[in-house]
């Protein structure tokens, strides 16, 4: 494998990176979002391959350990570890068939034991902080159809988790809500299971340990209750009447809203990224001025507001004073960056620390 330094996303499958002070584009086999992985600088590890792109990105380094973003490979991983019988519950199991179609469906596995035949799904986990992983890191309709196949086949799913230090294992119920609760749902009726895997070179990983799932941290956090993040990039320096507030000035960049809904936050944010609505909030009138909107929700039995607020005022490159925050102590809850936060390092561990780092408190 070469050694690279990741630049930038072009597309959901390609990105553009440096290899020997060469500007090259390699392929991406993984369509989740890698926010907290592909970031300016970090270190990409590729293969040589045939076709348009001579390169694909098989792993990524992050705080010194190699995380595999080649999702292919995991089904080989697995077929390895089904041979050696080294997972607790699905020892004997034999591989029957390799994706193969359910309703029209591909299911990575058709396993058997003593005249037994049961659906395996394989997901690969590349989300992690401090010692819990999640999955999915994007809202993927594809796995929730995949658990819905595999309720009625009384099946397996297997998360795969690229972080040897990982001790839990939960669903990502601030990205992707209806997956987390399918899962929940299922957790008494088909068999769920995550492992921690270590890079041990090349091209190799060995089993480390089964990781629990502690549902109970799931049923407190996982509610349709607590804060948001709204994104935006405003593209010309405006002046804009919001509400009660004097005339104000917005520099062209990026700008992070920060709020709360411990009610309905689904609704909250389906409702502020409107553009044609009632202005009730600071936030309704600047809103139709942004473009490249995006949410994040960090559902929590809390109000996190002020907390992630002030996290965001130390990193940012300015305030709109008051913005937001007209209820609370806050100088305001309107970030401006220069450049956009979701390269920004320190904007990523942010997300990280509020959305899995906190959950640790539950334990």
């Not at 970090?42 to 990524?60: A, H, I, P, Q, T």
């Not at 890191?137 to 799913?157: F, S, V, W």
């Not at 990205?175 to 890079?199: G, Q």
């Amino acid at each position: 494998m070469k050694e690279a330094l990741f630049i930038e996303r072009i597309n959901k499958f390609t990105v553009k990176c440096e290899i020997n002070n060469h500007i090259i584009k390699a392929y991406l086999p993984n369509s989740g979002r890698l926010w907290e992985l592909l970031l300016p600088k970090r270190k990409l590890y590729l293969k040589e391959k045939n076709g348009n792109l001579n390169y694909k990105v098989f792993g990524v380094e992050r705080n010194g350990y190699f995380i595999c973003l080649d999702t292919h490979y995991t089904n080989t991983l697995v077929k390895q570890f089904l041979k050696k019988n080294i997972i607790k519950d699905l020892t004997g199991y034999k591989i029957k068939k390799e994706e193969f179609k359910i309703e029209n469906t591909k299911i990575d596995f058709l396993i058997e034991k003593e005249n037994k035949i049961v659906p395996l799904e394989v997901k690969s986990c590349t989300l992690f902080e401090n010692n819990i992983a999640m999955f999915p890191d994007a809202i993927t309709q594809r796995a929730k159809k995949h658990l819905e196949i595999l309720e009625k086949n009384n099946g397996i799913i297997l998360f795969i988790v690229y972080y040897p230090e990982a001790k839990y294992f939960l669903p990502e119920f601030h990205i992707d809500p209806l997956f987390s609760k399918k899962l929940y749902e299922l957790r008494n009726k088909i068999l769920i299971k995550a492992i921690s895997v270590k890079w041990i070179g090349d091209e190799k990983f060995e089993f480390v340990k089964e990781i629990e799932i502690p549902w109970h941290i799931y049923e407190k956090e996982g509610k349709d209750k607590g804060n948001y993040l709204i994104l935006g990039k405003l593209n010309n320096d405006i002046y804009l009447k919001i509400g009660y507030l004097e005339n104000l000035f917005f520099k062209k960049g990026y700008y992070i809203y920060v709020g709360s809904a411990m009610n309905s936050l689904t609704a909250r944010i389906k409702r502020h990224l409107k553009i044609n609505k009632i202005k009730k909030w600071h936030i309704d009138y600047f809103i139709p001025y942004l473009n490249d909107l995006k949410s994040i929700s960090i559902r929590s039995s809390e109000n996190l507001e002020c907390l992630v607020s002030n996290e965001l005022e130390k990193i940012s490159n300015g305030i709109i004073k008051n913005f937001g925050s007209t209820d609370c102590k806050c100088k305001s809850h309107l970030y401006f960056f220069e450049n956009n936060p979701l390269c920004n390092e320190k904007f990523i561990n942010i997300l990280l620390k509020f959305r899995i780092g906190r959950l640790n408190k539950f334990f």
